[in-house]
């Protein structure tokens, strides 16, 4: 008889404790969009309501592993130019997702486009005027996109180019471009340059520009660049 009462003790325990259990009844990712460089890591945290439910299970996927990985514990890694969506099923609730923006260093030229292996900055101390060289390079071939700008007391700010190249912070700009014995430059026309001091050394450079003869540019460039004085 008492093992009897013992057992329907404990029946009634578990169902108290199965009844006071909450249920996950939404889960979302925070953040839910983020911009990453190619090489940087970010983790994703699930949000759940009610807060105070339990989380049993989660399942995170990459609708594209060769822009961004996931592993098991929502750790993102970034590996290719792109852009994809993180999903993450918790407790096989509806999905939720995070949108992954991955940038790296390029140059467009019109259709062509090349991976930005340098930077150069150089300041003339005393105008402070700062002369910026994007350059990528290859045994064949070398594409470059310069900019000489003036601006005190920093170059930090966007920058708009209105028909023709302004005499205000930017100078002039250019791009150059050569295979082999044929070469092209020109002239900017029209477009814009943002550029942002990340930390020291690190900066972010974003450029889209027009020239005289239609020819299309644009290109991103997050890295440190050496500044050298003249």
């Keep these: 008889m008492r093992k009897i009462l013992f057992l329907l003790?404990?029946?009634?325990?578990?169902?108290?404790?199965?009844?006071?259990?909450?249920?996950?009844?939404?889960?979302?990712?925070?953040?839910d969009s983020i911009t990453l460089h190619v090489g940087e890591?970010?983790?994703?945290?699930?949000?759940?309501?009610?807060?105070?439910?339990?989380?049993?299970?989660?399942?995170?996927?990459?609708?594209?592993?060769?822009?961004?990985?996931?592993?098991?514990?929502?750790?993102i890694a970034a590996l290719k130019r792109g852009t994809t969506t993180i999903t993450v099923i918790v407790n096989n609730l509806k999905p939720a997702t995070c949108t992954v923006t991955v940038n790296d260093n390029y140059l467009k030229i019109g259709n062509n486009e090349y991976p930005l292996?340098?930077?150069?900055?150089?300041?003339?101390?005393?105008?402070?005027?700062?002369?910026?060289?994007?350059?990528?390079?290859?045994?064949?071939?070398?594409?470059?996109s310069s900019f000489n700008f003036i601006s005190f007391p920093n170059f930090d700010g966007n920058y708009t180019y209105a028909n023709i190249p302004s005499y205000g912070n930017i100078?002039?700009?250019?791009?150059?471009?050569?295979?082999?014995?044929?070469?092209?430059?020109?002239?900017?026309?029209?477009?814009?340059?943002n550029i942002k001091t990340i930390n020291e050394g690190v900066y972010e450079i974003v450029f889209n520009q027009r020239c005289l003869n239609g020819t299309a540019v644009?290109?991103?460039?997050?890295?440190?660049?050496?500044?050298?004085?003249?």
Excluded at 9 to 31: D, R, Y
Excluded at 51 to 58: L, N, Q
Excluded at 119 to 125: A, I, N, P, R, W
């Design 171 to 193: 100078v002039n700009g250019e791009y150059y471009y050569h295979t082999g014995l044929y070469q092209e430059q020109h002239t900017f026309i029209a477009g814009t340059l």
């Design 218 to 230: 644009e290109g991103y460039f997050k890295d440190s660049i050496p500044i050298h004085e003249y």
């Design 117 to 144: 292996t340098l930077g150069k900055m150089e300041h003339s101390f005393g105008t402070s005027k700062y002369y910026l060289k994007l350059i990528t390079d290859s045994a064949l071939e070398t594409a470059y």
């Design 41 to 75: 890591v970010a983790k994703l945290n699930v949000k759940i309501e009610p807060a105070k439910a339990e989380i049993e299970t989660t399942q995170w996927m990459s609708d594209n592993k060769e822009i961004v990985s996931v592993s098991a514990e929502g750790t």
């Design 9 to 31: 003790a404990v029946v009634i325990v578990l169902a108290t404790v199965n009844s006071c259990k909450k249920e996950v009844e939404k889960a979302t990712i925070n953040p």
